[in-house]
């Protein structure tokens, strides 16, 4: 089944404490992005990549870090999280960079920085 | 800077009635507008997109009207089944960045019985 996946789904941690949220997708894709929902906000993207090993930022990228060493893996790293980064956190992927590509989303991490 | 509202947080209709969700977009680049629903526990799927060179998309009872000189879409769902109720996500890319979303902050429909 064509799916893009996200562990852990739910995270309870302490300021400061490393952490990682993995995602990976089957699809073959190119395209692979993180967002965070917010209320009131709606989805803000975090990073993006074009293929493997580019990554940019998009528009709140404070805070966080990215890597594309693979084309099915795009982990989102939070070195020393604050609580200002509790937010629901979605992957995407779609097929083609730089194109209209439909992109696909994952169940979601919701995160809680106390 | 929200480029990409959605005025109404929320939105009730009886089923089988006509639902409309709006979106006022601030950005002239922008020419690619999308729809995603969500459900709870899961993340964001498409639904229904248009181009800017179009003012209208169907798609079964989905149906995305684009008036670009007022910057303003619309979904319309009929009829609405109590299935639709979600929080739908208005969003837009522009030229040259066709890859990346903006989107708004979602209206919540309730389809009541």
């Known amino acids: 089944e064509a799916q893009v996946t996200q562990n852990p789904r739910y995270l309870i941690t302490v300021t400061g404490k490393k952490l990682t949220v993995t995602c990976s997708q089957n699809m073959n894709h190119e395209y692979m992005s993180w967002y965070r929902q917010d209320p009131g906000l709606g989805l803000r993207q975090i990073y993006y990549s074009m293929n493997v090993e580019v990554t940019d930022k998009g528009d709140v990228p404070e805070g966080y870090k990215v890597s594309r060493k693979e084309k099915r893996n795009f982990p989102l790293i939070l070195e020393s999280p604050s609580p200002n980064q509790t937010s629901l956190y979605f992957c995407?992927?779609?097929?083609?960079?730089?194109?209209?590509?439909?992109?696909?989303f994952g169940p979601g991490t919701r995160l809680l920085v106390l | 800077d929200q480029q990409v509202k959605q005025n109404s947080p929320s939105l009730s209709v009886q089923e089988g009635r006509i639902s409309i969700l709006n979106c006022d977009y601030t950005n002239s680049m922008f020419d690619y507008f999308l729809w995603y629903k969500k459900y709870p526990a899961e993340g964001p799927t498409f639904l229904i997109s248009?181009?800017?060179?179009?003012d209208k998309n169907e798609d079964g009872r989905f149906t995305v009207f684009l008036n670009k000189s007022a910057k303003h879409l619309s979904l319309h769902i009929v009829p609405s089944q109590p299935g639709d109720s979600a929080v739908y996500f208005c969003?837009?890319?522009?030229?040259?960045?066709?890859?990346?979303?903006?989107f708004g902050t979602g209206t919540r429909l309730q389809v009541t019985l």
């Open positions: 995407a992927s779609s097929a083609v960079a730089y194109t209209r590509e439909t992109q696909y």
């Open positions: 969003a837009a890319s522009g030229t040259g960045t066709a890859s990346k979303l903006t």
């Open positions: 248009i181009s800017s060179i179009k």
